[in-house]
């Protein structure tokens, strides 16, 4: 009997080694001059493993052994990304990161009352009993809609149709990414792009004028919410219209897609750029 709890004390230490083998792993995005970078995605591809830094570029990331072998990305808009193996990350004693500023070619875009007439892409869901939102709370976690258009269009505003807000503020950062297949998407905003709002009338939509940044569209392309700091206590939900239209999520900015029946309430104004 001593040897049955002897053997069994063994067992249990062991179960418990092998499932807390993890380490937390804090770190530090920067530019070649040493300036912090903020909202930096960080997470391990492919995976549901990932967060984003604080405005000073610190974050932390717990890594566990079974990942020795990935690789973690560290990205944000305007910068070359920068991706490393998590067994070269967790032995970097410095677990300083070094992102350096991505140049663009930008082509010109001509505007003229002749030459564009509006139209509206997404999904207006004025009023419903359905609503749905966030699945994950974490850092880095993104809700969307996939959109499409046949002719160039110029982004002039984004729509929410919110069902439930109870924050007196909210923000998140609003990602465009091409479609390159069904599940693969590519950025193509070539700056960050933060959204803020506050007292939320949900008898009509929170519209944000994003026509400064002059992002242009074309073909099949997804908008998406992402939670990129801690909102604190309290729950935001949209409009949800279950017939039409899917609704993309992912965990992490790192992690995978995954589509549920029903689009949120989000659309965008433009204006069509007649070729």
């Not at 391990?44 to 405005?55: A, E, F, L, S, Y």
């Not at 998406?224 to 899917?246: A, C, M, R, S």
Request: aromatic letters at 10%; a neutral charge; hydrophobic letters at 35%.
């Amino acid at each position: 009997m001593n040897l049955y709890r002897q053997f069994l004390t063994v067992l249990c230490v062991g179960l418990f080694v092998s499932h807390t083998s993890a380490q937390l792993s804090t770190g530090r995005v920067i530019t070649p001059d040493g300036i912090p970078v903020s909202y930096v995605n960080v997470g391990i591809v492919g995976k549901n493993v990932g967060t984003v830094t604080d405005p000073d570029g610190n974050f932390s990331l717990e890594l566990q052994d079974k990942f020795d072998d990935d690789s973690i990305r560290f990205s944000i808009v305007g910068y070359t990304s920068a991706t490393r193996s998590v067994r070269s990350f967790r032995d970097d004693t410095s677990k300083t990161i070094m992102l350096y500023p991505q140049t663009y070619s930008l082509s010109e875009v001509k505007v003229s009352s002749r030459k564009f007439r509006k139209t509206t892409i997404g999904y207006p869901v004025p009023g419903t009993d359905l609503r749905s939102g966030f699945s994950e709370n974490e850092l880095g976690s993104e809700l969307g809609v996939r959109l499409s258009t046949n002719k160039p269009v110029l982004l002039r505003n984004l729509n929410l149709n919110i069902g439930i807000c109870t924050y007196d503020s909210v923000t998140y950062r609003m990602n465009i990414y091409k479609a390159l297949s069904d599940d693969l998407f590519e950025n193509v905003l070539m700056k960050p792009v933060y959204i803020r709002f506050g007292g939320v009338d949900t008898s009509r939509p929170v519209v944000i004028d994003i026509s400064d940044q002059l992002i242009e569209v074309n073909g099949d392309f997804l908008v998406t919410l992402e939670l990129y700091k801690d909102l604190g206590v309290g729950k935001l939900l949209f409009n949800t219209q279950y017939f039409t239209g899917i609704t993309y999520h992912r965990k992490v900015s790192q992690g995978t897609w995954t589509k549920s029946p029903g689009a949120v309430g989000i659309y965008i104004n433009g204006l069509i750029i007649r070729d």
